[in-house]
Nanobody, 119 residues
Framework: QVHVVESGGDVVATGGSLSLSCAAS????????MAWHRQPPGSQRELVAR???????YYTESMKGRATISANGARNVVFLHMNNLKPEDTAVYYC?????????????WGQGTQVTVSA
């Protein structure tokens, strides 16, 4: 069982910066990667950034150059630093802790943290 908790969501002005954190605990064996997704109001959840165990990163096009995903050495905490925030970045941000389990892949989600960017 993996428990995931996000934090850091806030209300920020357009052009501001924000850092989100995600802490995972429990049985973290079989680590594959960690990712941030977001769900804007009335829209589907979308991938924002992903960090794999080997260090490879992925960013959705709209966040390239404005977001950085990183993790601590133990790979149980992942961060998402965002700058030059825009109103369209307003969303609930979710952390996904990905592990290999039972021959498959388990995605472990937190409850989300609200990011609101005011115009």
């Amino acid at each position: 069982q993996v428990h995931v908790v996000e934090s850091g969501g806030d209300v920020v002005a357009t052009g501001g910066s924000l850092s989100l954190s995600c802490a995972a605990s429990g049985n973290l064996d079989g680590f594959i990667g960690m990712a941030w997704h977001r769900q804007p109001p009335g829209s589907q959840r979308e991938l924002v950034a992903r960090l794999l165990g080997g260090g490879a990163t992925y960013y959705t096009e709209s966040m390239k150059g404005r977001a950085t995903i990183s993790a601590n050495g133990a790979r149980n905490v992942v961060f998402l630093h965002m700058n030059n925030l825009k109103p369209e970045d307003t969303a609930v941000y979710y952390c996904d802790y990905i592990i290999a389990s039972g021959g498959g892949v388990d995605h472990n989600w937190g409850q989300g943290t609200q990011v609101t960017v005011s115009a």
